[in-house]
């Protein structure tokens, strides 16, 4: 099994980007259990539904938590080994290969740009509007109702 690890890049990359991952959302966590933070926890979940309605609340919850991940994702040591293997990706020379996009390559393409949304839940849209000097992002439902 370790031979196959090391031998295939693309699975190796995959490892270490799983351990950042995972060590960036256990710093998270450790700093979203603290006692003191309780109580602002409980505040953001009320603002969350507040602002985005209780059908959207628990996804927008999870979005901002993942905002505590991201900013701790390069402090693993694992983010440098990443680095480097992304630097030689980036230095091998692609095949020529008249089949590009590939139908592995177009899945890949669609996970990352669609998503199935939960249908129990409200469909928004933004809308920037100028008022005077400054944007404003409205958000909408889809049946017109901005909030």
């Not at 990706?89 to 939960?118: C, G, H, R, V």
Request: hydrophobic content about 40%; aromatic content about 10%.
């Amino acid at each position: 099994m370790t031979e196959t690890i090391s031998g295939d890049k693309t699975l190796n990359l995959l490892l270490i980007w799983e351990a950042v991952i995972d060590k960036a959302q256990d710093k998270a966590f450790n700093q979203l259990i603290l006692k003191e933070i309780k109580d602002t926890v409980a505040n953001l979940i009320k603002s969350l539904c507040r602002d985005f309605g209780e059908e959207s609340a628990a996804r927008e919850l999870v979005r901002t938590i993942m905002q505590l991940i991201l900013r701790r994702m390069y402090e693993p040591e694992e983010f440098e080994e990443l680095d480097s293997l992304v630097r030689e990706f980036n230095a091998t020379k692609i095949q020529d290969n008249t089949d590009y996009p590939s139908n592995e390559d177009l899945l890949l393409y669609n996970k990352l740009m669609f998503y199935s949304p939960n249908p129990e839940e409200p469909m928004w849209t933004e809308t920037f509007i100028k008022s005077r000097d400054f944007p404003i992002l409205q958000l909408c439902y889809c049946s017109n109702t901005c909030v």
